[in-house]
């Protein structure tokens, strides 16, 4: 059989021959109609916007510049984690926690599911770099998508196009290596066939290839299924890499925290998904001379420089934040990003005048287009945004981005926060009794469900360090190396661990705790134990402030509020000891010791 070249193929700007080779066979495999290589230029974008726009994908608002309405599929909207999957040769190696498939047999399934799959489309092929382009040893990726959403999407997120390609030979011309990240939403045209707004396929797999650090994913548009140098590339494949190559890829925030004296102190926090990273990130502190930055809202990429002080870095370079809950209250500096212009928002509201909306800002105009594409009115009994609607924004439009966010050596951590969503028991705050101790916390920690992921809403599940769903290997060997990576510096030069919850609720199931900006008064707790001028009660789960401890100037809620936000119930707790104990069963043989003592210290201090 003989077939026609595919148009834009051999327009390659590279000479890097793995890629051409890969970028050949993909395309000969999924049939395009033509290949485009992209160099991220702002001509590209708004080539690709126009015709997004003429698609029916996106609304161009006219209330904010270069900015884009969208509204996905309804089946369409979240990470789908049934459908993730680590495929190490080795089943063992993925562990009880992840799906996992032979590689051999998943590239069989998934090569007929792309067999022809861009078939009338454009395949795009997108250079990225994850990580500052001036790193040592630059992470590199190619996305080869199908989609031109994602295509422009990855330029709000990533370091990608002719800037990264151009890294892809080292300076003596050596071709440096990448993580090759295959997309197609899986809806072929027949020719002829009118295309929908947001093609994708019911049938969906996201899948790794850890020992060959691949990414092929197929089905869905939506961002973390989607966009490949986040979840799947700077976490689950970052994870292995920085297993064996002794750093640590969390689902954390990372910002910089500037005293009234002028110290400055880094601070990284991992919670689930939809559970305030991107908030915290941005914080506005609420407390006289404080002052917070932001370096990243959802990964943290850290190593220890050479001072032995772990040193943070975030790979990406936007912010793919959850809609609904922001506004000039909450999140006043998210609302300036997105003020600026050159941002996609999926799933919020569509006023009539050209602007966005979704529930927690304010009142609700008196009509609507909501994210169902259907008229939306206050009397419809429906949210007019879904729950999981985000924003994709430029990291350099905050106005509170620190510059430091683009140093290839990170910024050194003097806390980490692990944090989760849970009505009872836990905490406003607690401190680690030490590494061991805050490894244990960041082990057990626990949280409700939310809609960023397909499923059952608030059940509480263990999320061992936020990092559930993406671990990209033994969840075991995943705790292992957090108990050794401790052990590469002194412990006082190991940043500090603490457990936060901002979301115990009292009676009707109010928050307890304001959160926001209000959760600098915690911040500043945190640090003034680590300078050691705060004071805090020993308990059985760890050092909880008393409400004299925490700066409370000016702050509205009840006292009686804070108490009860702050309070550690021994029964709650003893209650909770069964629950990490079957956790731990779960992960099975490959558990550290160290936690298991860690659990049986605890369970005789609640005794
Ligand atoms: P992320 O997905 O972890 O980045 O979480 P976000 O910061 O996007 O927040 C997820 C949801 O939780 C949003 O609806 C926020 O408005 C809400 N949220 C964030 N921080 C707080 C807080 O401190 N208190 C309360 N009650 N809600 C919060
Ligand atoms: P989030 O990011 O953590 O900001 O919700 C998306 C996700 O984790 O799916
Ligand atoms: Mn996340
Ligand atoms: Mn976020």
């Not at 904010?64 to 459908?83: L, M, Q, T």
């Not at 469900?449 to 599940?461: H, L």
């Not at 002194?490 to 307890?512: C, M, Q, S, T, Y």
């Amino acid at each position: 059989m003989t077939t026609a070249p595919i148009p834009g193929l051999d327009r390659a700007p590279t000479t890097h021959r793995r890629l051409l080779a890969w970028v050949r066979e993909v395309a000969e495999l999924t049939t395009p109609e033509q290949v485009v290589w992209c160099d991220g230029s702002q001509g590209e974008w708004d080539r690709l916007t126009t015709r997004l726009v003429e698609a029916g994908t996106l609304v161009r608002l006219t209330a904010k510049p270069n900015s884009f309405w969208c509204a996905s599929d309804p089946a369409d909207v979240a990470r789908v984690e049934e459908r993730t999957f680590i495929c190490s040769r080795e089943r063992a190696d993925a562990g009880p926690t992840n799906n996992w498939m032979d590689p051999v047999d998943m590239k069989i399934i998934m090569t007929e599911q792309f067999r022809g799959a861009m078939r009338g489309r454009t395949m795009y092929v997108v250079p990225f770099c994850m990580g500052p382009l001036g790193a040592e040893d630059p992470k590199l990726g190619v996305e080869i998508t199908d989609s031109a959403y994602v295509a422009v999407s990855m330029r709000v997120m990533t370091r990608m196009g002719s800037q990264a390609l151009a890294a892809f030979l080292d300076d003596e011309g050596t071709e440096r290596d990448f993580v090759p990240c295959l997309h197609s939403v899986g809806a072929p045209l027949a020719p002829g066939q009118q295309d929908v707004p947001w093609p994708c396929d019911n049938t969906k797999y996201i899948s790794h290839f850890p020992e060959e650090r691949m990414i092929w994913s197929y089905g869905s548009g939506y961002g973390g299924n989607s966009l490949l140098g986040k979840k799947c590339y700077s976490l689950r494949i970052a994870s292995v890499m920085a297993r064996e190559e002794g750093w640590l890829a969390e689902h954390m925030l990372i910002l910089k925290l500037t005293s009234p004296q002028q110290k400055v102190h880094y601070i990284a926090a991992a919670f689930p998904s939809a559970c305030g990273k991107t908030n915290l990130a941005m914080l506005e502190p609420t407390i006289e001379g404080w002052k917070v930055e932001t370096l990243g809202d959802d990964i943290a990429w850290m190593r220890f420089g050479e001072d032995s002080r772990l040193y943070a870095v975030n790979p990406e370079f936007g912010f793919f934040g959850v809609a609904p809950g922001t506004d000039w209250h909450t999140n006043p500096n998210a609302m300036r990003t997105v003020e600026r212009g050159n941002t996609l928002f999926t799933n919020v509201a569509l006023t009539d005048d050209g602007d966005i909306w979704w529930e927690g800002m304010g009142e609700p105009p008196a009509h609507l287009t909501s994210w169902k594409k259907q008229d939306w009115t206050p009397a419809s009994g429906e949210p007019a945004a879904h729950p999981n609607s985000r924003y994709r924004t430029p990291i350099t439009q905050c106005p509170i981005t620190a510059p430091e966010f683009d140093d290839p050596n990170g910024v050194p951590l003097s806390a980490i926060l692990f944090g989760g969503r849970r009505a009872d028991t836990v905490p406003l705050i607690t401190e680690s009794r030490g590494w061991e101790h805050g490894v244990f916390l960041g082990a057990t920690l626990s949280s409700e469900t939310t809609t960023a992921a397909v499923g059952k809403v608030g059940v509480v599940r263990r999320d061992p360090m936020a990092m559930l769903p993406f671990i990209g290997y033994h969840a075991g060997d995943y705790l292992q190396h957090w108990i050794t990576m401790g052990k590469h510096s002194d412990a006082d030069k190991l940043p500090k661990i603490f457990h936060v919850n901002w979301f115990r609720r009292g009676e009707e199931g109010r928050f307890l705790w304001p959160g926001f900006g209000e959760n600098s008064r915690i911040l500043k707790w945190a640090i003034e134990r680590i300078e050691g001028t705060a004071s805090a009660v020993a308990t059985p789960i760890g050092y909880v402030p008393t409400t004299a401890a925490l700066d409370l100037t000016g702050l509205d809620t009840p006292i009686e509020d804070v108490r009860a936000t702050l309070k550690v119930d021994e029964a709650q707790w003893r209650a909770e000891l069964p629950l990490i104990e079957e956790w731990f069963d779960t992960i099975g043989d490959k558990l550290p010791a160290t936690l298991r003592e860690e659990l049986y210290a605890l369970t005789e201090r609640l005794a």
